[in-house]
Nanobody, 122 residues
Framework: QVQLVESGGGLMQAGGSLRLSCAASGRTSSTYAVGWFRQAPGKEREFVAAVSWSGMTRSYADSVKGRFTISRDNAKNTVYLQMNNLKPEDTAVYYC???????????????WGQGTQVTVSS
């Protein structure tokens, strides 16, 4: 079992920045790939970014490329999502998830956090 806890969400004006954190605990949590997904009201959960357990492979959705950066600190069992130049369309609940390797489909991820709200005002 892997437990995931997100933090760092909040209210931000367009153009601002936020950094989300995903703290992992449990069995061999540092050997899992970690992904970030988001879900806006009335929409499906969508892939945002993911990083392999080693940190060597990173993947981003086209909508966030150049604005968001995913990173991980395995010594702290924490994965970060640095979000810059935020837009109102980034408003959503952000979830982190873990599995053995990166996948872009939400249903393929095994472990999930509870989510953190990000709201971007125009």
């Amino acid at each position: 079992q892997v437990q995931l806890v997100e933090s760092g969400g909040g209210l931000m004006q367009a153009g601002g920045s936020l950094r989300l954190s995903c703290a992992a605990s449990g069995r061999t949590s540092s050997t899992y790939a970690v992904g970030w997904f988001r879900q806006a009201p009335g929409k499906e959960r969508e892939f945002v970014a993911a990083v392999s357990w080693s940190g060597m492979t990173r993947s981003y959705a086209d909508s966030v490329k150049g604005r968001f950066t995913i990173s991980r600190d395995n010594a702290k069992n924490t994965v970060y999502l640095q979000m810059n130049n935020l837009k109102p369309e980034d408003t959503a609940v952000y979830y982190c998830a873990a599995r053995d390797y990166i996948a872009a489909v939400a249903t393929e991820w095994r472990y999930w956090g509870q989510g953190t709200q990000v709201t971007v005002s125009s």
